[in-house]
C-alpha cells in the first residue's frame, strides 16, 4: 500500500492488493474510520478524504483482506433505442452487422469502475471482446446530446449531461442520469449495469 497526500484533508491511496476497488471503497464508505468523511474510487486509487485519526492505514489493509460478494451489488438497468450517428461506423470497424454490435452490447453485465469527466459519468466495462479496440474518434464533437450511449477501447458509458466527447455514439437512452438539484446520480462506482434494447415507439 502507498499513501500520498494530495491536500491538508485529501489523501491518495494506491497498490492496493484488492481485485475490486470499488467494492472496497463502498465497504469503507458504510464503515468510516474516525476522521474520515469520504471514501471514492478511481480505476487504482482510492481517495481519502478528511482528517483520519491514528492507525486509519490498518483501517483500509484489513479491508482490503475482505471478499467481497460483487453480485450483491446493485444493479442499474438502462434501456437504449440503438440508433446512434456512430452505429454503422462501429459495425463497418469492427467487422459485424448492426444487430450483433447491438446484440454484444446488451450481453454483458457491467462493471462501473469509477465516476469522473462529468457528474454521473460512468466508466463501466470490460466490453465484449467484440467490441474492443476502437480508438477516441480522431476529432471530438464539440456537442454529445445528454443520454447518449457510447463506446471507446474497452469501455463503454452514458454521457449524463450534454457536452463535448471523443468516444463512439451507438443509442441513445431516455433514463434520467444525473438530476444536480436533486442531486441524484443513477450510477456509482460499484454498480453492475446491464443495457437493453428499449422498445421501438
Sequence with gaps: MRIRRLSETCRLVDELDVADLPALANHLQGHLYDGVEEVVASY??????GTPSAGWEDWILNASALKFDLAGS?????????????LEWVALNLGLSLKEVVAAHT???YRCFAIGFQPGFGYLGP????????????????????????LCMDQTAVYPGESPGGWHLIGKTDMKMVDLEREFFALQAGDRVRFGEAPRL
Design 127 to 150: 466490453l465484449p471482446e467484440v467490441l474492443r479496440g476502437l480508438p477516441r474518434r480522431s476529432s471530438p464533437r464539440t456537442r454529445v446530446p445528454a443520454g447518449s450511449v457510447a
Design 44 to 49: 487504482s486509487v482510492l481517495g481519502i478524504y
Design 107 to 109: 450481453s454483458l453485465e
Design 74 to 86: 446493485r444493479l442499474v438497468e438502462i434501456p437504449v433505442h440503438y440508433s446512434g450517428e456512430d
